[in-house]
């Protein structure tokens, strides 16, 4: 007989088996559009090669992405008794609650840019009575992962298939492009200890100072997930393991919506430090999700370079953010649509009436690019 555990784990497999490749023959037609355009070859830079990657989740040159989504998940994690977040637990009630009503820097970048904002409980640590809140909670908050592991197996592979499940929900109702993002006091110590398991780095490489911590809690912070890994010995083979052991609900969560947005062929956003931590998750439990990861900003976090090198995916932006809750996407979803509005709406050098034919040395090579030799006293004049 089949437990639950069982058949949780294989509905996450199956919907692993659904994420797909690119479709290169779209990338490939995007490329011969790109080229076809009235502009020296390449000089759109990074919008170019945002509007190719498009194709290929898409499976069409030619895009629109009108609807946009934006999916916090929010969830308690039990290390806060330990001290290691400025802000107590209270606080992941209250921005639940504010994010529902718009009042939240990521919603207000939401509702500024067009995007619709879903708010989902997984695991907050109190009932909540408010119909902009997307009701999911697995339990009141995790485990104290300095003395046992955050949840239970089932519970991890259970907060992976709620974040499928809000993505393909995202996706049916017309969504184009999905972001993903948290509410949570204490999800930076969680999402440091689960980098570290997973990149085999030193705590302190990998974890920051999250909303604000002075000199002696920073130091006690990663002292706890020291312990914590140490306590509960996550396998860095098996993710699962990984977020069951140090994790959280909004982790896991995250995790499954990156999935669940690349079965269903749909962009999703990486917002900041604990978004980038679960698509790194989620690229670890199948690779072929990293192909619909689109990057947002730059995390303030420390560890946060390790994860984009990792994918290959470098941000668009750097302000210097570090606020979570999803509030990078909308940002970085108008790149998404400046990507789409070049590809689909520029003339081509025919339709310009301009004969390209000056060109054609210079697609050969990089005709563009200035090196400097350190080395080299010459300087262009």
């Given at each position: 007989m089949i437990n639950e555990t069982d058949r949780q784990e294989t509905a996450l497999s199956e919907l692993i088996k659904r994420?797909?490749?690119?479709?290169?023959?779209?990338?490939d037609?995007?490329?011969?559009?790109q080229a076809m355009l009235a502009k020296p070859?390449?000089?759109l830079g990074r919008l170019e090669e945002l509007s190719v990657r498009l194709a290929g989740i898409t499976g069409r040159v030619n895009n629109v992405f009108n609807e946009k989504h934006i999916i916090v998940f929010c969830a308690d994690n039990g290390v806060v008794s330990e001290g290691v977040s400025s802000a107590p637990q209270s606080v992941t009630l209250a921005q639940t609650v504010n994010l529902a009503r718009g009042k939240t820097g990521a919603a207000v970048l939401a509702r500024r840019f067009g995007c619709k904002l879903?708010?989902?409980?997984?695991?907050?640590n109190a009932d909540i009575d408010d119909p902009g809140v997307i009701p999911r909670k697995i339990a009141y908050g995790t485990q104290n992962i300095a003395e046992t592991a955050a949840m239970t197996r089932l519970q991890a592979v259970r907060a992976l298939l709620i974040g499928a499940e809000l993505a393909g929900s995202s996706a049916d109702a017309g969504a184009a492009v999905i972001g993903v993002g948290e509410m949570g006091i204490g999800n930076t110590t969680t999402s440091s200890a689960v980098l570290a398991v997973l990149t085999s780095s030193p705590v302190e490489d990998v974890t920051g100072r999250g909303g604000g911590l002075t000199d002696e809690a920073y130091a006690k912070k990663i002292s706890v997930?020291?312990?914590a890994i140490d306590v509960n010995r996550p396998d860095?083979?098996?993710?699962?393991?990984?977020?069951?052991?140090?994790?959280?609900?909004?982790?896991?969560?995250?995790?499954?919506a990156f999935i669940g947005a690349a079965a269903a062929r749909v962009?999703?956003?990486?917002?900041?430090?604990?978004?980038?931590?679960?698509?790194?998750?989620?690229?670890?439990?199948?690779?072929?999700?990293?192909?619909?990861?689109?990057?947002?900003?730059?995390?303030?976090?420390?560890g946060f370079s390790k994860i984009t090198d990792e994918l290959g995916l470098k941000p668009f932006f750097d302000f210097g953010m570090r606020l979570g809750e999803g509030s990078g996407c909308p940002r970085s979803m108008m790149m998404i649509d400046a990507a789409a509005a070049v590809i689909n709406d520029m003339a081509t050098f025919e339709e310009a009436n301009i004969n390209d034919s000056y060109l054609d040395g210079i697609r050969e090579t990089d005709a563009f690019t200035v090196r400097a030799d350190r080395d080299d006293e010459r300087t262009i004049k």
């Open positions: 994420v797909g490749e690119p479709d290169r023959a779209a990338m037609a995007a490329k011969k559009r070859p390449g000089s879903r708010v989902c409980d997984v695991g907050v997930i020291k312990r860095p083979e098996d993710i699962v393991d990984v977020l069951a052991k140090v994790g959280g609900f909004d982790l896991a969560a995250m995790t499954g962009p999703a956003v990486i917002d900041g430090f604990i978004s980038a931590v679960a698509a790194l998750c989620s690229v670890r439990l199948c690779p072929n999700v990293r192909h619909f990861l689109v990057p947002s900003h730059a995390s303030y976090e420390i």
